[in-house]
């Protein structure tokens, strides 16, 4: 069974910075690319980084771009995502998961997917 367990959520000033955790199981980051996403109240779920299953390539959101970074340790099956300079229209639950394809600038998993965890809450005051 695939599970996520992210971490490192929490309250914020706007310039602010927080560092996410993802653990894994079930599931091998040699496998596959991971990505972070997130999901603001009344907004669907967007996808804001991801990285490949080597650690070689990245990718953001360009919302993002500059402010955050995605890295992962493959021997502790865990994707981190630092955040700096935080702003209010961060504010979302974020979300791992796995595997991922970005198309036409955007991160998506695949339609059936259903191994969601619970997030983490990001909150940035202003």
């Known amino acids: 069974e695939v599970q996520f367990v992210e971490s490192g959520g929490g309250l914020v000033q706007a310039g602010g910075s927080l560092r996410l955790s993802c653990a894994a199981s079930?599931?091998?980051?040699?496998?596959?690319?991971i990505g972070w996403f997130r999901q603001a109240p009344g907004k669907e779920r967007e996808g804001v980084s991801c990285?490949?299953?080597?650690?070689?390539?990245?990718y953001y959101h360009d919302s993002v771009k500059g402010r955050f970074t995605i890295s992962s340790d493959n021997t502790k099956n865990t994707v981190y995502l630092q955040m700096n300079n935080l702003k209010p229209e961060d504010t979302a639950v974020y979300y791992c998961?796995?595997?991922?394809?970005?198309?036409?600038?955007?991160?998506?998993?695949?339609?059936?997917?259903?191994?969601w965890g619970q997030g983490t809450q990001v909150t940035v005051s202003s």
């Open positions: 079930g599931f091998t980051f040699d496998d596959y690319g």
């Open positions: 990285i490949s299953r080597s650690g070689g390539a990245t």
């Open positions: 998961a796995a595997p991922v394809a970005v198309v036409a600038g955007q991160i998506f998993v695949p339609p059936t997917y259903d191994d």
